[in-house]
């Protein structure tokens, strides 16, 4: 069974600073990879996908994530946060882009002024 | 990019009615849905899987009974929360599969968020 592990619930950071949220994985055959980020109240907004190719993937809002088969890992970053990035963060993983998704435990970020 | 709408966006109930969630794909069309339900500050677990002119697949764990899934078209999905308790009070989002050029994406609606008293 596919599942999705993300190990930090909560995270804070400084407006400015660096981000990297954790993303380990489980699952069978080549996975299909997702963040979404959901702010309160809201729907999910899709950041970036892997499916193939190059493991390093940019996203919109200037979020980039890395593929790494050999660590089940699929971490998402941001150089530089900014106040509107306090958000929920989700990483997912299925079987196809269009199949169900098995969703990680999701990462709250909090952003510092 | 591909839109999905859902209704109501909010809803309150009293225990023992029910209720219908409409998801619609608004410019494309959707032969799979999904809906899934969120609790409060948590992840969202899938629910079940909507197909187009057939049953519904539901999860383990899920009372096919109490959450009535109809996929009459290819742009509409619905999720009848049948004799509602508090206990069903939860954030419920669908996500619609639209399959464009080589490959497939998924695409999620704002979710409706249910109160039942």
């Known amino acids: 069974a596919q599942s999705v592990t993300q190990p930090d619930i909560h995270i804070t950071v400084s407006e400015g600073a660096s981000l990297e949220l954790r993303c380990n994985y489980s699952y069978g055959a080549t996975p299909y990879l997702f963040w979404y980020v959901q702010s309160p109240g809201q729907g999910l907004q899709l950041l970036l996908k892997?499916?193939?190719?190059?493991?390093l993937v940019q996203g919109i809002k200037g979020f980039e994530a890395e593929f790494k088969r050999s660590q089940s890992s699929f971490n998402l970053r941001k150089p530089s946060v900014h106040w509107s990035d306090a958000a929920e963060y989700f990483c997912?993983?299925?079987?196809?882009?269009?199949?169900?998704?098995?969703f990680g435990g999701g990462t709250r970020v909090l952003v510092k002024p | 990019g591909a839109v999905v709408s859902q209704h109501p966006s909010r809803v309150i109930c009293k225990s023992g009615t029910s209720v219908k969630i409409e998801c619609r794909s608004l410019d494309f069309q959707a032969t799979t849905m999904f809906w899934y339900r969120q609790f409060p500050k948590q992840s969202l677990m899938l629910m079940a899987t909507s197909n187009e002119g057939s049953k519904a697949t539901y999860e383990q764990g899920v009372e096919k009974d109490k959450f009535l899934i109809n996929h009459a078209s290819l742009t509409l999905s619905t999720l009848t929360v049948t004799s509602a308790h508090p206990e069903d009070s939860s954030f419920y989002i669908c996500?619609?599969?639209?399959?464009?050029?080589?490959?497939?994406?998924?695409?999620f609606g704002p979710g409706t968020r249910l109160l039942v008293l």
């Open positions: 996500s619609a599969s639209h399959s464009g050029g080589l490959q497939e994406t998924q695409y």
């Open positions: 997912a993983v299925g079987a196809a882009a269009g199949n169900k998704l098995t």
């Open positions: 892997y499916f193939s190719g190059d493991t």
